[in-house]
Every structure is written in C-alpha cells, then in structure tokens.
C-alpha cells in the first residue's frame, strides 16, 4: 500500500504537497521503491533477452538465462541509477545552496528516485516498441534536474544568522 502512496506521489511531483507527503516516507521505503521500479522498467531487456534466437547465451537454459539477466544487466543497471540519482541529489545541495533553500542531500536523494518514476514507466513502455539509445539518458537527467530545481523551490529559505 505505501509502494502503491509512494508511486502516485511521484505523478503528481512537483506538487508541494506530493514533496511533502514523499518526505514523511522512509529512506528504506524509496529504495525498495527504485528496486522495484527498476525491475519493471528492465522488463523489455529480459523479453528480448528470453526471446533471443541468436547471439550469446541464446542457447542457454530459462533459469541460466534468468542468472545472466540479474548479474550482467539488472545490477548494473541498478549501480548505475543509484550513481546517477546521487549526482542528481549533489547537483541539487549545489543549486540549493545557490538558492539558499533549507534542503539537504537525503531529501535530494529521495526527491530525485521519486522523480526518475516517469521516465523510466515512459522507458518501458517504448522498449517494448522501439530500441532506445543512450541518449534517453539525458533526457531523464535534464527532466529530473528541472524536477529537483521546482521542488527544492518549495521549500523555505535559510535564515541569516547575525
């Protein structure tokens, strides 16, 4: 139920009360979500993958294939989102900082799994027609740093102390 919350707070960012309500939801409860939200979008490499005729590991057994799909593409593919949404959340402390927004990294982090949920739905739904380059890469970079730089806006700025 909260994974179901979480998925229909992340639509609707960067709606202040969307930031919020994602905010109050725990750390362990995001990355389960990227976890989760990461498998569906891998599901059009593994169709292909199971459904290959030629190259390597076409003549594999399904639960060796299943092994070769986590270990050479799933976790990478996980490595590599994680270090992305952490560049994010650092380009974001940055730009927070030049804003003078009381946000910190985590939220960052956080804000920026949940903003990735678009572009990687919108990923899977065009693998599955098309075959789609490394260039989507940016495109979900660029989207997501305009989603970040809306909602570290939401929040108030820094006090000056004397």
């Known amino acids: 139920m909260i994974f179901l919350r979480a998925f229909i707070y992340s639509i609707k960012l960067p709606n202040k009360n969307a930031v919020f309500k994602l905010n ?3 750390m362990d409860i995001t990355v389960v979500y990227m ?15 199971l459904t290959a005729t030629s190259g390597s590991g076409s003549d594999m057994a399904l639960p060796l294939k299943l092994v070769y799909f986590f270990i050479f ?10 270090l992305l949404l952490s560049l994010l959340a650092y ?4 730009i927070a900082r030049m804003l003078k927004r009381k946000v910190r990294f985590p939220l960052l982090w ?19 027609v098309f075959a789609i380059g490394d260039t989507y890469l940016w495109l979900f970079m660029l989207y997501s740093l305009i989603f970040i730089v809306k909602i570290i806006t939401v929040y108030p700025k820094r006090k000056i102390r004397n």
């Open 91 to 94: 380009a974001g402390t940055f």
């Open 35 to 49: 976890f989760i939200l990461l498998l569906v979008s891998s599901l059009p490499s593994l169709a292909n993958q």
């Open 24 to 26: 109050r939801i725990g």
């Open 110 to 128: 956080k804000m920026s799994a949940y903003t990735s949920t678009i572009p990687l739905l919108v990923y899977t739904i065009l693998a599955f």
């Open 73 to 82: 593409y799933y976790l990478p593919l996980t490595v590599m989102v994680f």
